[in-house]
């Protein structure tokens, strides 16, 4: 790729029990995105803050792929601390507000309730920066409304748990569904440039390729 080309930096952090990714994607004009905070600790919390302030972002957004217990952890606090609405696609919302009934199960601590601010849509555009564009794809099956941002210029996908280095995302949850999952893998994803760099919601990143020949789950 063209290093002209390349506008935007992708960042993750590993947070809570799950460890889960956290991404932050910013944009030379110093804009970025917070998708997915999944600070489950006063520690996690300063990392990400710490991290922002060093190198002098703006945070201008705050969206979720989906609303598992693990990717929310820090709606609340990134919205509080840094004045933003949550952006989800509005089938999540069921997911999100059941957030206490997950946290119980697991045993773990229920996090700080933070409504969505806002809902987002498939084939719908988000713009980071001012020219850098990131298409919407619509992917339920590992919950109903999982999305992923694709910025097909620089040739990368935040996909949350759909997609991961060899496997899928986990389909027994409420709202999961295999079938489903597979197709939006294959309808969505997969026609994706070879070369796109797979961002996922845990674990190491993949390339769109490499699943392509060698994930047992898409043959």
Request: hydrophobic share 35%; aromatic share 10%; glycine share 8%.
């Amino acid at each position: 790729m063209d290093n002209a080309k390349i506008k935007t930096n992708v960042v993750s952090f590993c947070f809570n029990p799950f460890q889960e990714n956290t991404y932050i994607l910013s944009h030379a004009n110093k804009d970025c995105w917070i998708i997915d905070p999944g600070c489950y600790t006063l520690q996690e919390q300063k990392k990400l803050t710490n991290y922002i302030e060093l190198h002098q972002l703006k945070p201008v957004k705050l969206l979720n792929t989906h609303c598992h217990l693990d990717h929310i952890y820090g709606n609340k606090f990134i919205a509080t601390e840094y004045n933003l609405e949550l952006g989800i696609h509005q089938k999540e919302l069921f997911i999100l507000q059941n957030a206490a009934v997950a946290a119980n199960m697991y045993g773990m601590k229920i996090p700080e309730k933070q409504e969505p601010g806002y809902f987002i849509s498939e084939n719908e555009l988000l713009i980071l920066g001012n020219d850098t564009a990131f298409e919407i794809l619509f992917t339920p099956g590992h919950s109903p409304g999982s999305v992923c941002f694709s910025n097909v210029d620089e040739k990368y996908v935040v996909v949350g748990d759909v997609l991961f280095m060899g496997g899928i995302g986990r389909t027994d949850l409420p709202g999961g569904d295999y079938d489903t999952l597979i197709k939006s893998i294959k309808t969505q994803l997969l026609p994706l440039d070879e070369e796109t760099k797979v961002y996922n919601g845990h674990g190491p990143s993949t390339v769109i390729g490499v699943e392509k020949r060698s994930n047992p789950f898409l043959r």
